[in-house]
C-alpha cells in the first residue's frame, strides 16, 4: 500500500466577476469544458489516503492483503478501517459544489433564537461549468432518493429544485430541476433538466422521453422533445423569494394531514407555538406562532401558482406554503437549509396531527408548563456575587433512598388542595365524572354540519312515512315546546298562524321543527323527533357517531379505575345512544357509559339540574367531576357544588376571560385521568 502513487490535488479560488452577469449560452457536450483531472480536482473533494500495512493484523481488507482489483485504495473506503475512517473523518456523505458546509444559522452566537439564513461556502465550480452542472445533477438525485426512503417522495411523487449562480458571483443563474414520473430513489443526474430563469431549457437529461416536473413548466420545445409545459411553481418562488437557492416538493403524509386539522376544511393558515422545533424553519423562535399558508389542491399541480404567489406574498416570514390533501412547498437560501427547514416543518406537522389526536391544539399558547420568566424571582445581586454555587450532598435519611427533587420526602398536602383553577383527577377527587358531547367527547362540527343538516334534507321524506298517531305524537310534543317560548319569539312568530290555516298535520310538524332549528333551540320535543330521525340514520349506516381520540383511552382508565362515566346532553337519550353506539373509530361505546341525562332533568343553564342528577347518581353533587365546553353549563354545575371543567377544543366557541381566569380548562378528557386515589385530599 505504501508503494501506491498519492495523488496530489488542488483548485484555485477563482475570481469573481463584480460586473453585470452576461448572458450564457446553451451548453452542449461536444463543446463543453473537460472534465475534472488530478490537477483541476477539489482537494476536499477526494483527499490522499494513507493505509496500514496490509499484512498486519486489524489492517487491510478482512486483515489479508488487498486484491489488485480493487487498487488504487480509495475503492476500498466503506469496507477497511481506514478507509471508514477517512470517510467519516473527513468525507461528507452528501455531494456538494461549494467550498465549505452551509452551516444553518447566520449569527454569531451558537446561542441564537432565531435564525434567518444559512452561512454557506462559495462555489468552487465557476470556471468549470460542465463539471458544476454534473455535481449539481448528481446532488439533485441524492436528494430525491433519500426523500423517498423518508416517505416522501413515493409513487414518483415529490421534486427538488436547486440553482446555483446569480448577480452575487456575476452570472446567470442555473436552475436544475428533477423530472416528472420517475422513480426518485432510482434516479441520476442524466434524468436532471438545467434551465435558465427564463423558463427556458439549457440543457436537457440525457435520459430520453423524460418529462420536466409539473412544478417549472412553461411553453417549450427543446430539441425534437414536446415538454407538455404550462406553469412554473419552482420559478414562482425564486421570483419573490429572492434568497432562495433551492426548493423542494414532498408528498409527505403529515403535511398532507396537517391541511385537514381543520375538519370543515376551510382553513388558510396552520399555526404552530410553543414547539422547539420551531427554531429549524426558519425566522421563528420556541415561543413565535407559526402561520403556515395552506392553499387549495387542484386537478394539476400547473393550476396552483397563482394561489402560491398569493400565499407567498401574504406570509413573507414563512418559509413554506402547505398545499391541502396534497404536500408542501419549502425552500430555503441553500439546499442544507431548505433540507433542514423542511425536515423541521415536517416534524411540526406530525407533533400538529398527534397534539390534535390528544384533543390539544398546536396554535393555542399551553396554559403552563412552559418558559417564563418573573424579574421578581431572581434576585441578581445573589447571582452576581455567588461565583460558584455550594456543592450539594443527597441526604438520607433513616436508610432509606431520598425522593426525587428533595432530600427527603416532605409532607406537602397543601400543594395537593383544589383550588378553583386546579384540574381534578379521577379517580382521586372523584369517581364519578359528568361529561357533555358537543365540543366535549364529540366535535361540535359533527353536530352543526352534520347531524342537523340530515334533519334538514330528510324532513319531508322522514315525516311522510310516519303514521297519522305517530305524527299526532310528535305535533303534540313539538306544541309543547313552543308554550315554553315568549309569545314574541321568533319561532312563535313564524308558526302562530299554522293551527288556523289549512296545512296538514304533517306540514305543521316539519314547519314546527325548521321553526325550532333555525334558531338552535334545545327542546325536549324537539330533541326527540330529532332522534327519531337519526335512529334511521346510523341503522343504515349514513350516519357515523364522531368522538375524539383521547374519549376511549378515557374510558378505559375509568372502567379500570372503578370510575362511573356520564352523559348530560341537550340530545335526547335515545340519540346520546345512538352517537356512542355507532361511532367510527371504536364502534359501540354504550357499555362503558354508567348513565345518561337529557333536558328531562332539567335546563343544563339551571343549577338545580345538577342536583337532580347527583341525587339520581346517589351521590352529592361535590363528589362529581362535570365538564362542558359551555360556559353557562359549567357555571350552573359549580353553583350546585360540582367541580367544574371547562373543555377546550378546536371549533369550540371563544371562552371569556373571567371564566379561562376561574375554571380549569382541558384540552383533553385524558388531562382528568390519572389521580391515585390513596391519596387524602383536604376539601
Request: charged share 25%.
Amino acid at each position: 500500500m505504501s508503494d501506491l502513487p498519492k495523488k496530489g490535488v488542488s483548485i484555485t479560488e477563482p475570481v469573481k466577476n463584480k460586473g453585470a452577469p452576461s448572458p450564457r449560452r446553451k451548453l452542449l457536450h461536444k463543446d463543453s469544458l473537460p472534465n475534472f483531472t488530478p490537477d483541476n480536482y477539489s482537494s476536499d473533494e477526494d483527499d490522499k489516503f494513507e493505509h496500514a500495512d496490509a499484512a498486519t493484523p486489524g489492517g487491510g481488507w478482512t486483515n489479508g492483503q488487498i486484491p489488485p482489483l480493487f487498487t488504487p485504495a480509495v475503492t476500498l473506503h466503506p469496507y477497511t478501517r481506514s478507509g471508514r475512517l477517512a470517510l467519516y473523518g473527513h468525507h461528507r456523505r452528501w455531494i456538494n459544489f461549494q467550498s465549505s458546509w452551509s452551516r444553518i444559522g447566520d449569527g454569531s452566537s451558537s446561542l441564537d433564537a432565531v435564525h434567518g439564513v444559512s452561512s454557506k461556502g462559495d462555489s468552487v465550480m465557476e470556471k468549470c461549468p460542465v463539471e458544476e452542472g454534473k455535481t449539481v445533477k448528481a446532488l439533485v438525485a441524492q436528494l430525491c432518493e433519500r426523500f423517498y426512503y423518508q416517505g416522501w417522495a413515493t409513487g414518483t411523487g415529490g421534486g427538488v429544485s436547486i440553482r446555483v449562480g446569480g448577480p452575487s458571483e456575476g452570472r446567470p443563474y442555473r436552475v436544475f430541476v428533477a423530472p416528472s414520473g420517475v422513480q426518485k430513489e432510482d434516479m441520476v443526474g442524466d434524468d436532471v433538466f438545467e434551465m435558465d430563469m427564463n423558463q427556458e431549457v439549457v440543457e436537457a437529461p440525457k435520459t430520453p422521453n423524460l418529462k420536466i416536473s409539473a412544478c417549472c413548466r412553461g411553453n417549450i420545445e427543446h430539441s425534437s422533445i414536446d415538454y407538455y409545459l404550462s406553469t412554473p411553481l419552482w420559478f414562482v418562488v425564486y421570483k419573490h423569494v429572492k434568497s432562495a437557492m433551492c426548493v423542494i416538493h414532498t408528498h409527505s403524509m403529515n403535511a398532507q394531514l396537517a391541511t385537514m386539522l381543520d375538519p370543515t376544511e376551510e382553513a388558510t393558515v396552520l399555526r404552530v407555538t410553543h414547539l422547539e422545533m420551531l427554531k429549524g424553519v426558519g425566522h421563528h423562535a420556541f415561543d413565535d406562532v407559526l402561520e403556515v399558508p395552506i392553499i387549495d389542491n387542484r386537478p394539476t399541480e400547473d393550476q396552483l401558482a397563482d394561489q402560491l404567489e398569493q400565499a407567498i406574498l401574504k406570509y413573507p416570514k414563512c418559509n413554506a406554503v402547505l398545499v391541502r390533501r396534497h404536500g408542501i412547498y419549502a425552500w430555503g437560501d441553500s439546499w442544507e437549509q431548505a433540507k433542514a427547514q423542511c425536515e423541521s416543518f415536517d416534524y411540526l406537522f406530525e407533533t400538529a396531527v398527534k397534539l390534535k389526536s390528544m384533543g390539544i391544539d398546536c396554535g393555542v399558547k399551553p396554559i403552563s408548563g412552559t418558559y417564563r420568566v418573573d424579574e421578581s424571582d431572581v434576585d441578581m445581586a445573589e447571582v452576581e456575587t455567588q461565583k460558584e454555587p455550594p456543592v450539594k450532598k443527597q441526604k438520607v435519611t433513616n436508610g432509606s433512598s431520598p425522593a426525587f427533587n428533595a432530600a427527603e420526602a416532605k409532607e406537602n398536602d397543601a400543594d395537593l388542595l383544589l383550588t378553583r383553577t386546579t384540574i381534578p383527577l379521577v379517580p382521586r377527587d372523584s369517581n364519578i365524572l359528568l361529561l357533555d358531547i358537543e365540543g366535549t367527547t364529540s366535535s361540535i362540527s359533527f353536530v352543526k354540519e352534520v347531524l342537523f343538516p340530515f334533519v334538514r334534507n330528510n324532513l319531508t321524506d322522514f315525516i311522510s312515512n310516519l303514521s297519522n298517531e305517530q305524527v299526532a305524537t310528535h305535533l303534540l310534543a313539538i306544541k309543547k315546546d313552543f308554550t315554553t317560548l315568549e309569545n314574541d319569539h321568533p319561532s312563535v312568530l313564524a308558526c302562530r298562524d299554522l293551527d288556523e290555516k289549512s296545512t296538514s298535520a304533517q306540514q305543521n310538524l316539519a314547519s314546527r321543527v325548521l321553526a325550532l332549528m333555525d334558531h338552535d333551540l334545545k327542546k325536549t320535543g324537539l330533541k326527540a323527533f330529532q332522534s327519531d330521525m337519526w335512529d334511521e340514520g346510523y341503522k343504515s349506516g349514513e350516519l357515523v357517531g364522531h368522538t375524539y381520540s383521547d374519549f376511549k383511552p378515557m374510558l378505559d382508565w375509568c372502567k379500570s379505575n372503578k370510575v362511573r362515566v356520564c352523559i348530560y346532553s341537550s340530545g335526547a337519550v335515545h340519540a346520546q345512544k345512538l352517537l356512542f353506539g355507532h361511532t367510527e373509530r371504536e364502534g359501540d361505546l354504550t357499555a362503558y357509559l354508567d348513565a345518561h341525562f337529557d333536558t328531562t332533568s332539567g335546563n343544563k343553564h339551571n343549577s338545580q339540574s345538577y342536583v337532580t342528577i347527583a341525587t339520581a347518581l346517589e351521590a352529592q353533587p361535590n363528589q362529581i367531576i362535570f365538564v362542558s365546553d359551555s360556559e353557562a353549563e359549567v357555571k350552573a354545575a359549580r353553583e350546585a357544588g360540582m367541580m367544574a371543567v371547562v373543555s377546550v377544543r378546536p371549533g369550540n366557541a371563544p371562552l371569556s376571560k373571567d371564566v379561562k381566569e376561574q375554571f380549569p380548562l382541558v384540552r383533553s378528557l385524558l388531562q382528568i385521568c390519572g389521580g391515585d386515589d390513596h391519596i387524602s385530599i383536604v376539601n
